[in-house]
Every structure is written in structure tokens, then in C-alpha cells.
């Protein structure tokens, strides 16, 4: 692909060819990846591969199409804006449709990040082979009981992406990400569990294959003898992942798409005691420990911190250029995309809780007892972000006098998001920044109904 | 889409280094996407990719490459690339000549996506909506959204085989926020074939968006859930996905072989209820998960996996059957020319049994009746499940009555299947996407009213 067409030059060329009256986007995008699976000591599968693409976003009356092509090829991209034109004849107008001018931005400096590894790119192959078998033979020696591992494997990608529009509007952005994982399976006689472990950063000397291996393992082990406690009410724990998970719920709540069209528990709660006061919710694409730290948005809107909750009062939505001119207010530099494939939507790149001053294991010794989350299942059907209710499986430890004791499996935790917000007990100091996005610490809830046997 | 002589030249060029095998599959696919929210349509999305795969299998290795260009010289160099990763140790596998295997499709396709204009897409759309406001003020919002794809593939291999598919699939989707005083509540509903446009020859877009409102409503006057271990009667096609989820997957032969199966070694096994009969059946006529060739070229079979509750048969793909000197058995599927096939399902279901779904209920003193399930997640090396229930009711001496919000049904496949203890003569599927290792393909589930003795609850009613 080393005679591809840069990038921002072919943005730019497609958005040139706006008729009068008419606003065109274009968002091109280029990403190269390996992946390495690997099992039983051999190298299962080692895949090597581009991907590009471009979408055309065409407004005009008010009315707005798109359409896409997994190629950058001048004559496709030229139909990928005909067809784009084609289908704003059959939206309906909406006064609010419209790209993001560099007036509406103009007093936003973008972050001088730089997330792009170059020596990413000159790995050679057999050193990716090598830490994906070495995370592999690392889990198996980590624990006798480790008995197996599912799935292990190495995985990296460099994406450059591009945004033009006619409103004059351009960036572009790159970034390099790896990591290394494994999930390890632990057994004794029947019984099996499995537990996660993974290494990820911007360039291949930021893996730490030994400690993905020893994390999976026990995460695994810990899990051995699981049995089916009695319902109860109590406190729990979660662990960093899963507090990341439960963070991206509340995120994709307080996005203005979801705010707007009602579909979610925050309406019209804004300047309102949400959650408890020690807790303070924010989304940085600016820093640059991020894993999902970015200078623009997929608007080519520059990002900047936005405070959610503050002190337990919530404080804002995330906005992309259309959530925030019809909200009366204006883009957050929120706008986000899952690849060339789609319009912009609304969410978050960097989302965390401003993390308290206690360590993990002075959480666990803060209360008498409480279930500590290790992983959860079932998040996504198991909550509902406009009623906010939840309900989800869990597997992890009982934690007595600030030590893990035995751990559980099959049960469910259940609460709903709103309490669980006003119930945050500690925020741990332990703020990991995580891929996909955001990041995860100990959280404690003070209260939760685990329903088991 | 390409030439044979080209495949021919890909091939030996893919196994010019040795390899054991070697295989182009290309795929070309349009979308086209419309959606309303918030009483308008948003907008009319529509796309197009093409491209190729190339592996080359040796040993216990494959190597793989993809590219979007299409031509000799972009094949080869995918060709090349894939060649590399699969390198060391020596001598070259024959490529056989090239014959065509192509299957009957399993059921024609009347109206092709792309014959129907834009306008007509976009107002099934507009029915759909006014339809779903009409169930009630308290709907406060609907989501319609149309989808149809297009997929063309076509797979050579150093085998010999040649043969190609060509897969239409339409989908409609009625989403519902309802609101009262007693917060606020969503329904779903939408269906989805394996066919062109004529899916709205037998999908009424006003009745999925009533069906979907009502779910909606019914939620707003359900009290909370119970806890703990109650029976579980599933409701004809609410269920599918709990057995594609918690069963399914580990039945398939790349799970089994990494020993992140429960079922792996108990073929011959009783591993569930005598009146359990589960298939997995990619000729299932117009179903979402049906095709007549899979992404490795096997056309699709109708395969038995538990038969009267003893443990029959595993899905395999290529690479599995190749190992075990066996027959494929259709279910090698990939998401895109950019993926590498695995194992997968197609339609998955439970036979029907003998039993009247009003009598399963009404022998039932005290339970959960299930009308629909939502998204699920199992851990397959050890059966243990959780899914989430979107429209659920209380049975109290034998009858339904009142609805209960949301709740996980909690439990593990295997004891799941040995509970199940009555199985009713109706028959439901559900379409979905299957989401394994990071790909996403269509599938479908189903089975009849059935009712398992004993599942966990996780409500939130108090203890």
C-alpha cells in the first residue's frame, strides 16, 4: 500500500466537490494489523493485514445521507459521493443537521499528542510470534492447576484516519496499539474456571507478557472450589475491569444521542445530586496516558476534558456537532466513530472516575465482608440505561477482614445504576488506564442484593 | 468475480513455498441501512466492499492475508504474505485442477435488495412508526430500522474445489421506550430472513412495531423479579438463544479440541433430557442462518448434535475435519473476507415434542414464563450462563399473570439441558448475530414452548 493516496489530500479532494448549497464530509481511514493465536505451543493462525475505507456524509435542505466502500480507489470514492447525494433525497429535514464549522471550535487548542509508535511498525513478525507463544508457556508454568489456555495470542494495529469537510474543517490523526493476552483455564477433578489476562500499550516494548500470564493465571486459580452463597445484601467490590465496564454504561447514558431521544436515566437531571459527593466523573481524550486519547474527534472537532458528574452533581453531556446544537448547547469534541462505515455518533474516549486516596487492599479491609467482583457477564442485556436497572452474573471472592476467602460462582448482583451511583463507598487510588478507552479502579458499593442459591 | 485461471495461479503461487493447503475466498458485499428515530427518518446509509482472503495451511499453522484489490497482482501479493506466516519445513502440496461444486441455493430469492427503490425502504419505515405510537400515549419514542445486505462469495481451493454463493438477507427492527410513572421501559422486536424485499410478504411492519410497543407497555406494570430457583418455561422461540449460547458452542469442534468445551469426550453420552433433540441446520428454508455454501465451500447440512439427549455430533469446519479425517459438516463461516473461517452455527434449534404449550403452564404451580430473551453470555469451557429476560411473567397456579422487569436467568448448559422436563408440539426461531472471537455472523435459533425444572433467578425483588 506504499502508493496509497495520502490521506488528508484525498479528504480533502472529496469534500472540494461540494455543489453549492450542499455540505460534504469525508472520513478516510487506513489501519494495518497483525494477529497471532496461538495453542499448544504452536502458532495457530498469524494473519497480516490492511484495511481502508472511506464515508461521505452529503447535507443539504436539511437532510442528510451516507454511504461507504472498503477502498480508497479514486472511482469508488467518486461513486461512494454520488451514492452519499443519492440517499439525502430521501431523509427527512432536520434543521439541526449540519458539520461542525471552525468557528464553533476556535478557541479549543487540540491536544499535542503524539500516540503514534513508529518502531511499532518495524517489529518483525517472529518477535510477535514470540511473545504470543511466551504468553502462552508463561500462563501454563504459572500454576500447577493451570490445566490449559483457551485462547492466547498477540494482536496490533497503526490506523490513520483523515477528516475533510467544505465548511474547511481538516485533521488527521494516527495511533499504534498492541497487546498480548491469554486466558488461562484452571482444573481440579470436574470442575473448570477460566481467568483473563492481557498486556497492552502503544509500542511492543510496553508488553509485559510475564504479567498478562501471571494475571490470567490467578484469576483462574483464585476461582477454584466456587460455590453458590446464599442471598444476601452487602457490599461489593468491583474489580478495575469491571468498574470500566460499568463506567461505559453510565458514559453511553450521559451521551446526548441517548439524552435527546430519551433514552436514558439522566433527562433532565442536570445540576442534580446524582451520585455520591466524593464522586467525580470526567472524559480526557487530552491526557496522554489514555489508551483512547485523541487531539480531534471524528468530526475533526478537537477533544478537551468534559466534566459528567462533579462532586455527585451531574454536570453535562457528551455532545457530537448535531446531540449539541440541538440541545441548545454545542459539541464537546464528543463525536465518535466504530469506522468509515458509519456516521459520527456520540461517546467517550477517556472515561474515568477521579480516583480516591485508599489502595485496593485498604478497600478490602474498609468493611467486615463483601463479594469482590472479578468479571461480570450478561452487562449489556442486564442493564437498561433508561430505567436503570441492573442485573448482572458475576464470579469472584468473598472478602473477609480485608483478605479474599472463598470464591463464588453463578450468582447475580443486582441494583440499579442510579443507586449504585448515590452508593459509591471508595474510589480506589489504583486509576488504570485500559483498552478501549477508559479506565478502571476498585470501586466499593456499599450495597448490593447477590442473589445464589 | 475472478477468473479461474487467475484462482489457479493464486493457488500454486500461495503453496510455492509447501503448505498443506491453500485457499482463496472473495466476497462481495452491499449494504444498505435506513433508519427513523424520534418520528423521522434519519437517514439512508448504503455501502460497498470486495475483496479477498488468502490462507495457507501447514501443519498446525495457517497464515492469512486479505486485500481489497482484487487483481492478479493484489491476489498474489496477499497470496505471498499468507505464504510467509505459514513458512518452514519443505515440499509443495499438489494443487488439484479446479472443478465447480456449487450447491442449489437453499430457497430463491424473489426481490433482490438492490431492484427496490430507495423510497420504498424508507417508507415500511414511516408505517412502522405511526403503528407503534398508536399502541398508546405512554410510547414516547420508536426506533425503526431496515437493513438489507448482499454477499457474494466465491471460495477455490488447492483441493479442487470451486463454488460460490450468492446470500441476501433483510432485517427489520421496532424498538419502543415506554414511560409512566413507574419509570421508563423499551420493547424489541425484529425479524429477519435470509430473502430479499419479499420479507414484507410476510413481516407486517405495523404488527412487529405493535408487538414491539406492547412489550414495551407490559413492561411498565411489572413488579420486581424474584430471586433464587424457580421452573422456567420458555415461550416457543424466546428460548433458542439460551441453547445456542449455552449448548451450541460447546459443540463446536474448535472449543472441543481446546478443551474449552464441557462436551468434549462424551460423545455417545446422555448429556441431556431424553426429550431433548437439538440441531443445527444451515438448509433451514429462508432462516437467518441459512446458506447454501459455507465460507470454506461445504454446501450446508442439516446436522443432529443430541438426538433423544445422548450426545451425537460436534459442528466442524475445515481445519477440524481435516484433522480428524472427517467429513466437514457446513458450519466453517467467516464475518468478512477479512476474517479467517471457524467454527459457527447456523439455525440452531430444539425439536419439537408432544406436549400442549397451555398445558406446560398450567402444570406448572409457581415459575417464570419467558416471552422473550435478550442478549446472554456463556463461558463454554464451563457451561455456566447468563441471560437477560426482556418480557417475563410470573406463573401462579398454573396460569401467567403478572409481568416482572427485567432479570438474568441464571445457570449452566449442561444441567440446563438435563432439566428440561416437558417440551411442547409449537415451534418459534429468533434472528440474531453470533458474536465468537471477535466475528460477528448471522444465525438462528429456536425451539418449541419447553420448561426447564430449575433455573436461578437473579431479580431484584427483596430476599
Known amino acids: 500500500m506504499s502508493d496509497a493516496p495520502d490521506l488528508s489530500e484525498l479528504a480533502r479532494r472529496v469534500a472540494g466537490a461540494a455543489r453549492s448549497g450542499e455540505e460534504v464530509e469525508a472520513y478516510v481511514v487506513r489501519s494495518r494489523e497483525t494477529e497471532v493465536r496461538v495453542f499448544d505451543g504452536e502458532v495457530e493462525s498469524l494473519s497480516m493485514a490492511g484495511v481502508e475505507g472511506v464515508g461521505v456524509r452529503v447535507i443539504s435542505d436539511h437532510r442528510q445521507g451516507f454511504a461507504w466502500a472498503g477502498s480508497l480507489e479514486p472511482t469508488v470514492v467518486d461513486e461512494t459521493l454520488d451514492e452519499a447525494r443519492d440517499n439525502a433525497a430521501f431523509g427527512e429535514p432536520d434543521e439541526w443537521y449540519g458539520l461542525p464549522a471552525p468557528a464553533d471550535f476556535d478557541t479549543v487548542i487540540p491536544a499535542p499528542l503524539d500516540v503514534w509508535r513508529e518502531s511499532l511498525l518495524?517489529?518483525?513478525?517472529?518477535?510477535?510470534?514470540?511473545?504470543?507463544?511466551?504468553?502462552?508457556?508463561?500462563?501454563?508454568?504459572?500454576?500447577?492447576?493451570?490445566?490449559?489456555?483457551?485462547?492466547?495470542?498477540?494482536?496490533?494495529?497503526a490506523v490513520e484516519a483523515a477528516v475533510a469537510s467544505s465548511l474547511g474543517v481538516t485533521s488527521t490523526s494516527r495511533r499504534t496499539m498492541c497487546s498480548c493476552s491469554s486466558f488461562a483455564m484452571a482444573g481440579d477433578g470436574d470442575e473448570t474456571q477460566t481467568g483473563y489476562g492481557f498486556s497492552a500499550g502503544r509500542a511492543f516494548n510496553d508488553l509485559d507478557a510475564a504479567d498478562a500470564a501471571s494475571t490470567a493465571a490467578e484469576r483462574a486459580v483464585r476461582l477454584l472450589g466456587a460455590t453458590k452463597p446464599r442471598t444476601q445484601r452487602l457490599p461489593v467490590i468491583l474489580d478495575p475491569l469491571v468498574t470500566r465496564s460499568l463506567l461505559a454504561i453510565l458514559g453511553s447514558a450521559l451521551g446526548g444521542e441517548a439524552v435527546l431521544k430519551s433514552r436514558s436515566m439522566f433527562v433532565g437531571r442536570e445540576g442534580e445530586q446524582v451520585a455520591a459527593p466524593g464522586v467525580t466523573l470526567r472524559d480526557d481524550p487530552t491526557r496522554p496516558d489514555a489508551l483512547g486519547a485523541a487531539s480531534h474527534d471524528s468530526e475533526g472537532v478537537p477533544t478537551r476534558p468534559v466534566d459528567l458528574i462533579a462532586g455527585g452533581v451531574l454536570r453535562g453531556y457528551l455532545h457530537n456537532t448535531y446531540t449539541g446544537r440541538r440541545s441548545g448547547s454545542a459539541t464537546t469534541g464528543s463525536a465518535v466513530r466504530g469506522g468509515y462505515k458509519s456516521t459520527p455518533g456520540v461517546g467517550a474516549r477517556a472515561l474515568f472516575l477521579e480516583p480516591g486516596s485508599l489502595g485496593p487492599d485498604e478497600i478490602y479491609a474498609s468493611v467486615p465482608s463483601a463479594l469482590y467482583v472479578q468479571s461480570v457477564s450478561g452487562l449489556h442485556s442486564g442493564t437498561n440505561p433508561v430505567s436503570g436497572d441492573f442485573s448482572v452474573g458475576a464470579e469472584g471472592l468473598m472478602v473477609r477482614d480485608g483478605f479474599f476467602a472463598e470464591p463464588v460462582r453463578e450468582v447475580t448482583i443486582a441494583s440499579t445504576l442510579q443507586r449504585i451511583l448515590l452508593d459509591v463507598g471508595e474510589i480506589g487510588a489504583d486509576l488504570t488506564w485500559l483498552p478501549g478507552g477508559g479506565a478502571g479502579m476498585t470501586l466499593l458499593v456499599t450495597q448490593m442484593t447477590m442473589s445464589g442459591a | 468475480m475472478i477468473d479461474e485461471s487467475v484462482l489457479d495461479r493464486t493457488l500454486h503461487a500461495a503453496?510455492?513455498?509447501?503448505?498443506?493447503?491453500?485457499?482463496?475466498?472473495?466476497?462481495?458485499?452491499?449494504?444498505?441501512?435506513?433508519?427513523?428515530?424520534?418520528?423521522?427518518?434519519?437517514?439512508?446509509?448504503?455501502?460497498?466492499?470486495?475483496?479477498?482472503?488468502?490462507?495457507?495451511?501447514?501443519?498446525?499453522?495457517?497464515?492469512?492475508?486479505?486485500?481489497?484489490?482484487?487483481?492478479?497482482?493484489?491476489?498474489?501479493?496477499?497470496?505471498?504474505?499468507?505464504?510467509?506466516?505459514?513458512?518452514?519445513?519443505?515440499?509443495?502440496?499438489?494443487?488439484?485442477?479446479?472443478?465447480?461444486?456449487?450447491?442449489?441455493?437453499?430457497?430463491?430469492?424473489?426481490?433482490?435488495?438492490?431492484?427496490?427503490?430507495?423510497?420504498r425502504k424508507v417508507q415500511v419505515l414511516a408505517r412502522a412508526d405511526d403503528a407503534a405510537r398508536a399502541e398508546g400515549d405512554a410510547i414516547r419514542q420508536a426506533s425503526v430500522s431496515y437493513a438489507d445486505s448482499r454477499r457474494r462469495i466465491l471460495v477455490a481451493n488447492s483441493d479442487g474445489l470451486l463454488a460460490e454463493d450468492d446470500q441476501v438477507r433483510t432485517r427489520f427492527f421496532v424498538q419502543t421506550v415506554a414511560v409512566a410513572d413507574t419509570g421508563m421501559q423499551t420493547g424489541m422486536e425484529a425479524p429477519g430472513l435470509t430473502v430479499g424485499f419479499e420479507l414484507f410478504d410476510d413481516v407486517d411492519p405495523e404488527e412487529v412495531a405493535r408487538t414491539s410497543a406492547r412489550r414495551a407497555l407490559t413492561m411498565l406494570r411489572a413488579?420486581?423479579?424474584?430471586?433464587?430457583?424457580?421452573?422456567?418455561?420458555?415461550?416457543?422461540?424466546?428460548?433458542?438463544?439460551?441453547?445456542?449460547?449455552?449448548?451450541?458452542?460447546?459443540?463446536?469442534?474448535?472449543?472441543?479440541?481446546?478443551?474449552?468445551?464441557?462436551?468434549?469426550?462424551?460423545?455417545?453420552?446422555?448429556?441431556?433430557?431424553?426429550?431433548?433433540?437439538?440441531?443445527?441446520?444451515?438448509?433451514?428454508?429462508?432462516?437467518?442462518?441459512?446458506?447454501?455454501?459455507?465460507?470454506?465451500?461445504?454446501?450446508?447440512?442439516?446436522?443432529?448434535?443430541?438426538?433423544?439427549?445422548?450426545?451425537?455430533?460436534?459442528?466442524?469446519?475445515?481445519?477440524?475435519a481435516r484433522k480428524e479425517g472427517r467429513q466437514q459438516s457446513g458450519n466453517g463461516r467467516r464475518e468478512?473476507?477479512?476474517?479467517?473461517?471457524?467454527?459457527?452455527?447456523?439455525?440452531?434449534?430444539?425439536?419439537?415434542?408432544?406436549?400442549?404449550?397451555?398445558?406446560?403452564?398450567?402444570?406448572?404451580?409457581?415459575?417464570i414464563y419467558c416471552a422473550q430473551l435478550g442478549g446472554g453470555q456463556v463461558n463454554t469451557a464451563t457451561g455456566d450462563f447468563v441471560f437477560g429476560m426482556t418480557e417475563a411473567y410470573l406463573i401462579e397456579n398454573g396460569e401467567i399473570t403478572e409481568p416482572v422487569r427485567a432479570a438474568n436467568l441464571i445457570g449452566n448448559g449442561p444441567e440446563t439441558l438435563r432439566r428440561v422436563d416437558a417440551v411442547g408440539n409449537d415451534f418459534g426461531t429468533w434472528p440474531g448475530t453470533c458474536g465468537k472471537f471477535g466475528q460477528g455472523v448471522p444465525v438462528s435459533a429456536g425451539q418449541p414452548t419447553l420448561r426447564v425444572s430449575e433455573l436461578t433467578i437473579g431479580g431484584t425483588a427483596g430476599e
Open chain 2, 223 to 320: 413488579r420486581p423479579a424474584p430471586t433464587g430457583k424457580l421452573p422456567v418455561v420458555l415461550k416457543k422461540g424466546a428460548g433458542g438463544v439460551l441453547f445456542h449460547e449455552a449448548c451450541g458452542h460447546g459443540l463446536e469442534a474448535d472449543l472441543v479440541a481446546k478443551d474449552a468445551s464441557v462436551f468434549r469426550g462424551r460423545s455417545g453420552e446422555q448429556v441431556a433430557s431424553p426429550l431433548v433433540t437439538l440441531v443445527d441446520d444451515g438448509t433451514l428454508t429462508r432462516e437467518w442462518g441459512a446458506y447454501a455454501i459455507d465460507d470454506e465451500g461445504a454446501p450446508a447440512r442439516n446436522n443432529v448434535l443430541i438426538q433423544d439427549g445422548v450426545l451425537t455430533d460436534y459442528m466442524w469446519d475445515l481445519i477440524r
Open chain 2, 15 to 119: 503453496l510455492r513455498g509447501g503448505g498443506d493447503f491453500a485457499e482463496v475466498f472473495a466476497e462481495d458485499r452491499r449494504a444498505s441501512s435506513a433508519r427513523l428515530d424520534d418520528g423521522k427518518v434519519e437517514e439512508l446509509t448504503s455501502g460497498r466492499e470486495r475483496g479477498a482472503g488468502i490462507r495457507v495451511v501447514r501443519g498446525e499453522t495457517t497464515g492469512f492475508a486479505h486485500t481489497a484489490d482484487m487483481s492478479e497482482s493484489g491476489l498474489r501479493e496477499a497470496a505471498d504474505a499468507a505464504a510467509a506466516a505459514a513458512r518452514g519445513g519443505e515440499g509443495a502440496t499438489n494443487v488439484v485442477g479446479l472443478e465447480r461444486r456449487d450447491v442449489a441455493p437453499p430457497h430463491e430469492v424473489r426481490v433482490l435488495p438492490e431492484s427496490v427503490e430507495k423510497a
Open chain 1, 122 to 157: 518495524a517489529v518483525p513478525p517472529d518477535d510477535k510470534v514470540d511473545i504470543a507463544l511466551e504468553v502462552e508457556r508463561a500462563t501454563r508454568g504459572a500454576d500447577a492447576r493451570v490445566r490449559g489456555v483457551e485462547s492466547a495470542g498477540y494482536g496490533d494495529t
Open chain 2, 336 to 367: 468478512t473476507y477479512q476474517h479467517l473461517p471457524m467454527v459457527r452455527m447456523t439455525n440452531t434449534y430444539l425439536l419439537s415434542g408432544t406436549d400442549e404449550p397451555d398445558e406446560i403452564v398450567r402444570q406448572t404451580p409457581y415459575g
